[in-house]
């Protein structure tokens, strides 16, 4: 009974330490931001490594996903006559949920565990001390500009998940299913809300933008140096950052639609 | 030195793109390339029954939107729905017993306001308001009706 009392106990003071630790590391990120801005250079090698080389999955999965939904609404709305709301229906999908949420689970698959997986290394191989040691603090070098990169990088490939689904979609709706390529974009631009859904789209990327790449790097930054340390903490990385990211799409959606 | 040009370059492309897609979603995708930003004057009318008028909705005339439903409130004293609309300035010529109905676009739409221009040579100004109104149809009432006057018919 207070062995089991005593686990609780452990879990709860856990979890509020690494929360805890979690926050203090974000704010040293984000204290030491004017820092990045100075020294750009840094900034853009990782918006290489974490927003260029994350543009294919997400191209390629936006255009398949934009295509499956419009397969699949074509198939339903055909029953009841309204194919013509089928541009509506992919359209709001992609922009409000599809396009975020799916764009920040392939983003902490691609990119978090590659930013868990570099940094928990540096840590192991001693990389960071030997930053430390030469007077370079690696949450300013090493760090934020990586944080900076996730949280600019997001949005951007949300909106390019979202474009790229419409545009397939579109193929598949007008091209293949012979929806009429007029009421396609006309009921489309007369449904979507630019502040509505737009707006709360990029907001919504926004968040899970942040709090992957926070996830990823005190991950990284929090593993045990060794190989398996640094392995579960790439999984971990991967677990937490879709949690969050479905848990915080509810509640944002709660939120922002009513 | 050259790697990182290149680098350089491909971020740049990276950033473009994902502008490009915002700027294609924002003119292409939501209503944001057809909203009228510009200068507009509000116009009221009284209904009996507003339907599921929203605010938003469009307002037509002759099939053509010419502004759109801004407020909607409700008179306690006439018991009647106020609808406050915003109409674009450039249409300024609207005579003042123009003919306002609650009109459903195809069968199970939304619904907006279309306006028939009455033949007065006063025009609406700004606060003015539209005497002339035809309610929203009601489903539940217009098969209501046809129920009552089938019964009738069978009385005689």
Partial sequence: MTEALAKLGRFGIDSVRHLGRASILLLRILTSMGEVLRRPRLLVEQLFSVGVLTVLIIAVSGMFVGMVLSLQGYYILSQFAAEATLGVMVAASLVRELGPVVTALLFAGRAGSALTAEIGLMKATEQLSGLEMMAVNPVRRVLTPRFLAGFISMPLLAALFSALGIVGGWFVGVGLLGVDDGAWWGQMQARIDWNEDLVNGVIKSLVFGFVCVWIAIFQGYNSVPTSAGVSGATTRTVVHSSLAVLALDFALTALMFD | ?156
């Fill in chain 2, 1 to 156: 030195m050259k790697l990182a040009k290149q680098t350089e370059v491909l971020v740049g492309v990276f950033m473009a793109i994902g502008l490009l897609a915002l700027f294609f979603l924002a003119m292409k995708v939501s209503n944001l390339g057809t909203i009228n930003t510009g200068d507009s004057y509000r116009i009221l009318a009284r209904f009996d029954n507003i339907g599921s008028l929203k605010a938003k909705a469009p307002v037509t005339m002759a099939g053509v939107e010419i502004g759109r439903v801004v407020e909607i409130g409700f008179d306690k004293e006439r018991f009647q729905a106020i609808v406050g609309m915003d109409v674009y300035a450039n249409y300024d010529q609207i005579p003042e017993d123009t003919y306002a109905k609650i009109l459903t676009a195809g069968l199970l739409g939304e619904q907006y306001i279309g306006l028939d221009p009455g033949g007065s040579d006063e025009v609406l100004k700004d606060g003015g308001e539209i005497e002339i109104t035809q309610s929203a149809l009601v489903l539940e009432e217009v098969i209501g009706q046809f129920i009552f006057s089938k019964a009738q018919e069978g009385d005689k």
